[in-house]
């Protein structure tokens, strides 16, 4: 069972963009939402999280927009920079736990 | 900033063989985990580690797979005899605490099986 389900698969987008990655989660107990970002041959960096009380989370040109009722969590890269090509995981976690990962996102932005 | 470290970053061994993948958590961190990564695919699971016993483990860790933290610094995980499918990045990861906290990861492991 795919506790964490994540799309799209992969994602282009034009210098100056907005990425947008969403993921979607059956278990309603999970109470912490992370996103990491790896680079080839890197392990994942937590880039940012959240928790369920809040709606939505900014950190820089970061965001996550949290929907609990949709049980649904988006990552959004505003201007988006050539730098910000990497693999981008989702994840949820009931506190202390393990991290269920979505599959992850190729995020490839062209200059 | 306080990093994961893991340790070799490759290892090649033969089938059937015996591996060690070692980790040197951050040092206030006390909960340790393992993550495998198969190449291309997600990031999946294996065990969690609190007060020197695992505290959870997914069905992929079987009773070929075994962890220790023999010393203050060191977190291993032992392979005991290694099969094709367990060619993987080995993910060794850690967090202070229980509350939320996030857990920070290390460069990985590729293990290859021959």
């Known amino acids: 069972q795919q506790q964490v389900k994540q799309s799209p698969q992969s994602l282009i987008v034009q210098k100056g963009g907005i990425s947008i990655i969403n993921c979607a989660y059956e278990?309603?107990?999970?109470?912490?939402f992370p996103w990491y970002q790896q680079f080839p041959g890197k392990g994942p960096a937590l880039l940012i999280a959240?928790?369920?009380?809040?709606s939505e989370k900014k950190e820089g040109r970061f965001t996550i927009s949290f929907n609990k009722s949709a049980k649904q969590f988006s990552l959004h890269i505003m201007d988006s920079q050539p730098g910000d090509s990497a693999t981008y995981f989702c994840?949820?976690?009931?506190?202390?736990?393990?991290?269920?990962f979505g599959t992850g996102t190729s995020l490839t932005v062209i200059p | 900033e306080p990093e994961v470290t893991q340790t070799p970053s490759h290892q090649v061994t033969q089938m059937g063989q015996e591996v060690i993948l070692r980790c040197v958590p951050i040092?206030?961190?006390?909960?340790f985990y393992w993550y495998r990564q198969i190449l291309g695919q997600k990031v999946e699971f294996l065990v969690s580690?609190?007060?020197?016993?695992?505290?959870?483990k997914s069905e992929i860790f079987d009773d070929q797979f075994s962890v220790e933290r023999p010393d203050g610094s060191n977190f291993t995980l032992k392979i005991r005899s290694t099969k094709l499918e367990d060619s993987a990045m080995y993910f060794c990861a850690s967090c202070f605490g229980r509350s939320n906290q996030p857990q920070h990861f290390g460069d990985g492991t590729r293990l290859s099986i021959l």
């Open positions: 040092s206030n961190h006390l909960y």
């Open positions: 278990n309603t107990a999970f109470d912490y």
């Open positions: 994840a949820a976690t009931v506190t202390g736990n393990q991290f269920y």
């Open positions: 580690f609190y007060n020197n016993e695992i505290s959870e």
């Open positions: 959240i928790r369920p009380d809040v």
